[in-house]
């Protein structure tokens, strides 16, 4: 109700401001900040908040204590390229068109920031875009972005459409456009929308100059299912090709070093790695300590490239409380997917399993949020777009499929709010060798049917007796009616959401979706 007064205050401003013939854009001055923190692949298992027990997160885990954390928010087709594509329509892929990575995406379509343009803000976007680059990041006052994934060190990317060339660590120099344009170029008399979106920790996790040797002296713990024989599963788990085991390359687990290195930079980057890697030559593993050590020495890179993301995001917070900004600034952090460290035997993501289909989720709002609150529903990136909408007090198109969050940020839930989420992959064939699957959960219970011809097969999950997800009970008696109520609400959902019955397009292939091409993965080798 309190939201409505405020919109309809705004309102008239705007027919007050427009009487006078004043341009209505000066109506969101109050209005709140947006500050969208986004990474690549960033696991909720490696955030403290959320109970790591591999890692600390001090800056990420103050945006949970000051905020809201959520522990269901749901992909709704777990790869890089298309949740980004979600995030900036409000709509599922088989709506936007973004189904696979490699697509391209649709800048014409509306999308959040054009109508955040409309009501007001000035709106930038900085790091990883992974749109494509046939046309710039549309909706944007301002953009800075990495070409495709982007390397770690010395990045090209393209301002404002034009191509710039820096030297150092990504993850430092996003962070440094994110405060630059906060600091001097934006117009501090127009609320803001920045996304300040990284690379990192994005496969072939390089760490930057300060994190080369962290964790050298610890050994992280394994998870439980390193060793999982998928057993108890259908094909698809049985014949993926994402394994820590056998789908690793020498450069994945730097047995090279990258080939972009200033010869500064690589001479701190042997150092840190050529006397680990004398060691691992002449310990001449096999078998399983093999992929022990090839888990060690993954996690450890990719924890390490959190670190730099972490102590990045604890500069941009700073820079907020420094300069007063934080009172009015909705600090959000996310990731466009979840991500597998050693579960299952596995890195990457795609599938409707949890680790991949759940994605870190927080948000900080000062004087509406309540600090330090759980939030159990079930949300998604696809409700981003309403939600930034609705705080900045503008329309929502009614033919977005997210939902604006704001009353469950102010902590009330809507009776009506969904009780179960509709998940679709679709690139296959492509990267990795996950099949197409689609499915429904209610973050209990979830049933996932493995769609094509040759591979057409149902799996069902109880997270409660089965966390892991290990045992399908698909066609199991004791079960028979769960799995007759998720067969209708999938069939319900689909309808709803409109998914068509056969995929859009009949020859999609995954695009690039790591930094070894196809080219450079067969030059890389096994190591
Ligand atoms: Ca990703």
Not at 69 to 79: A, D, E, G, H, Q
Not at 288 to 307: P, T
Request: charge should be neutral; aromatic fraction near 12%.
């Amino acid at each position: 109700m309190t939201h409505r007064i405020r919109v309809f205050s705004l309102m008239a401003t705007v027919c007050l401001l427009g009487t006078f013939g004043v341009s209505s854009k000066l109506g969101a001055a109050d209005a709140p900040n947006i500050l969208f923190i986004f990474t690549d692949d960033h696991a909720s298992q490696s955030i403290s908040a959320y109970g790591s027990q591999i890692n600390q997160t001090p800056a990420l885990d103050r945006i949970a204590r000051e905020g809201m954390l959520f522990r269901r928010c749901y992909v709704p087709n777990s790869i890089c390229g298309p949740v980004r594509a979600v995030i900036q329509t409000g709509k599922y892929s088989h709506k936007n068109g973004f189904l696979v990575n490699g697509n391209k995406f649709d800048g014409h379509q509306p999308t959040f920031p054009k109508l955040l343009q409309k009501a007001g803000y000035q709106t930038a976007v900085v790091g990883k875009w992974h749109l494509g680059e046939h046309m710039p990041p549309q909706g944007y006052d301002y953009s800075e972005v990495l070409i495709g994934q982007g390397p770690y060190y010395n990045p090209p990317m393209l301002k404002n459409g034009q191509r710039v060339k820096h030297v150092g660590y990504t993850t430092d120099i996003i962070t440094d456009l994110a405060l630059d344009w906060l600091k001097r170029k934006r117009d501090p008399n127009q609320p803001f929308m920045l996304m300040y979106q990284h690379k990192a920790p994005h496969r072939n996790w390089q760490p930057g100059p300060r994190h080369l040797t962290l964790y050298d002296d610890v050994t992280i713990p394994e998870p439980e299912t390193l060793f999982d024989n998928y057993a108890g599963r259908g094909t698809p788990a049985k014949t993926q090709d994402m394994s820590i085991a056998k789908t690793m390359t020498a450069s994945d687990l730097k047995l090279e070093a990258p080939k972009n290195l200033t010869p500064e930079q690589l001479k701190a980057w042997n150092a840190a790695y050529e006397p680990k890697n004398r060691a691992f030559r002449e310990a001449n593993l096999t078998g399983d300590a093999l992929v022990r050590w090839k888990y060690q020495r993954y996690v450890k890179d990719y924890l390490r490239c959190v670190a730099s993301v972490d102590e990045n995001v604890g500069r941009v917070l700073d820079y907020l409380s420094e300069s007063g900004l934080a009172d009015n600034t909705i600090v959000v952090y996310s990731s466009d997917q979840g991500f597998y460290l050693g579960e299952h035997g596995w890195f990457d993501k795609r599938w409707m399993y949890e680790e991949s289909l759940r994605t870190p989720f927080m948000v900080r709002w000062p004087g509406v949020v309540e600090a330090g609150s759980i939030n159990q529903d079930i949300v998604s990136p696809l409700d981003f777009a309403a939600t930034f909408l609705d705080v900045a007090g503008a329309e929502i198109p009614g033919d977005m499929q997210g939902r604006s969050l704001v009353p469950i940020l102010r902590g009330q839930t809507p009776g009506d709010w969904r009780k179960t989420f509709y998940y679709h992959y679709y690139e296959f064939p492509g990267w990795h060798d996950v099949r197409r699957h689609y499915g429904v959960t209610d973050g209990r219970y979830k049933l996932i049917h493995f769609y094509e011809d040759d591979v057409n097969e149902w799996e069902l999950y109880d997270l409660e007796t089965d966390p892991h997800e290990l045992q399908s009970l698909y066609g199991s008696r004791q079960i028979a009616s769960v799995q007759q109520n998720l067969l209708a609400e999938l069939q319900r959902l689909r309808r709803e959401l409109a998914v068509p019955e056969v995929d859009p397009s009949a020859s999609l292939r995954g695009g690039q979706d790591n930094p070894n091409s196809p080219a450079t993965r067969s030059r890389a080798g096994k190591p």
